[in-house]
T-cell receptor, first 114, second 116 residues
């Protein structure tokens, strides 16, 4: 079974609008960390935001926020006020406490239209 | 933030030759480094995990004799693609982290390998 599931292969959003990228995860480890990365066409992986399994509040970093629903095992990324430069692949990833090796989802391609 | 330098960014080589890719952590000690391979518009596929001073742990299906990984110091890991073939053409990216599961991976900028 996949540990990280990103069901949206591609998403389109109008500039200045908000967009939500879905991520669900599967783990029996009570301690884990969830991460989102952005990969523009140039290839580098850019760390965006982190959510720990014991964190009480949803993580936020500037225009990025993470909608963490622990019972549903979902960690959706919300990008507010989309910009053209947000067009990229977005990957959700998890590191479990018992195994520090990260697991990545298949990614979502986001295209921001002017 | 932490910086990981990966070199070269692009390399073209002929079939049968070997190519070495370097991954350096510039401002922190990377006890663990991960090597990934990525096909176009696909996710990152973990090839191997290397720990400083010990042998790398390869994922199932990855040929250890084909993809030689050396992690000689806390700041340097290398991936050598031996006797490269066109099917080895891909995007290879390294990352470094400590063992805290709250720590994000810090990625190099990747190496685009083309084998002709």
């Amino acid at each position: 079974a996949q540990k990280i599931t990103q069901t949206q292969p591609g998403m389109f959003v109008q500039e200045k609008e908000a967009v939500t990228l879905d991520c669900t995860y599967d783990t029996s480890d009570p301690s884990y960390g969830l991460f989102w990365y952005k990969q523009p066409s140039s290839g580098e992986m850019i760390f965006l935001i982190y959510q720990g399994s014991y964190d009480q509040q949803n993580a936020t970093e500037g225009r990025y926020s993470l909608n963490f629903q622990k019972a549903r095992k979902s960690a959706n990324l919300v990008i507010s006020a989309s910009q053209l430069g947000d067009s990229a692949m977005y990957f959700c990833a998890m590191r479990e406490g018992g195994s520090y090796i990260p697991t990545f989802g298949r990614g979502t391609s986001l295209i921001v239209h002017p | 933030g932490a910086v990981v330098s990966q070199h070269p960014s692009r390399v073209i080589c002929k079939s049968g030759t070997s190519v070495k890719i370097e991954c350096r952590s510039l401002d922190f000690q990377a006890t663990t480094m991960f090597w990934y391979r990525q096909f176009p518009k696909k996710s990152l596929m973990l090839m191997a995990t290397s720990n400083e001073g010990s042998k790398a742990t390869y994922e199932q299906g990855v040929e250890k004799d084909k993809f030689l990984i050396n992690h000689a110091s806390l700041t340097l890991s290398t991936l050598t693609v031996t006797s490269a073939h066109p099917e080895d053409s891909s995007f290879y990216i390294c990352s470094a982290a400590d063992r805290q599961n709250s720590s994000p991976l810090h990625f190099g900028n990747g190496t685009r390998l083309t084998v002709t």
